[in-house]
């Protein structure tokens, strides 16, 4: 039995416009991966701003503001199935929604941060990896 390596390797496409997963029954999320470019790059701004303003010590509530506007512009694309407490009407999603999800609710904010730094999220799928 052998291992094919594209088993290793992930769908550029997919880690840039997402793939939907499930959060709870009736809620999927489009979530888009933390190791893009432009994820990166805009993390990485952040820590150089950070450093060059503070001396050092940050904790999560300080940090947290930042990484949920990066998580609503660049990884938390979308949202189906999410309503109003009355079960029917649709919130549709905007970054703002979003942003303030993630900032209120921490069982919303470690999935998405969890899901987007997992790999195995955004590997081809199965089929067309043994394709290659």
């Known amino acids: 039995m052998s291992f094919s390596i594209s088993r ?11 793939v939907w997963i499930r959060f709870a029954p009736g809620l999927r999320l489009l979530i888009c991966s ?11 701004r952040h820590n150089q701003q950070v450093r060059g303003l503070l001396s050092g010590i940050l904790d999560d509530a300080d940090v947290r503001p ?17 309503t109003e407490d009355d079960e029917v009407t649709p919130i549709p999603y905007s970054e703002e929604k979003a942003t303030d999800l993630l900032m209120s ?22 089929a067309e990896a043994e394709k290659n």
């Open 105 to 126: 609710s921490d069982e919303l904010y470690n999935f998405v941060s969890q899901q987007a730094a997992n790999p195995d999220n955004f590997r081809p799928d199965l």
């Open 66 to 82: 930042f990484i949920c506007k990066l998580f609503a512009k660049l990884v938390l694309r979308d949202w189906d199935g999410l």
């Open 34 to 44: 933390t190791s893009t470019a432009e994820y990166q790059a805009a993390a990485k």
């Open 8 to 18: 290793l390797l992930t769908d550029e496409s997919k880690k840039q416009k997402g």
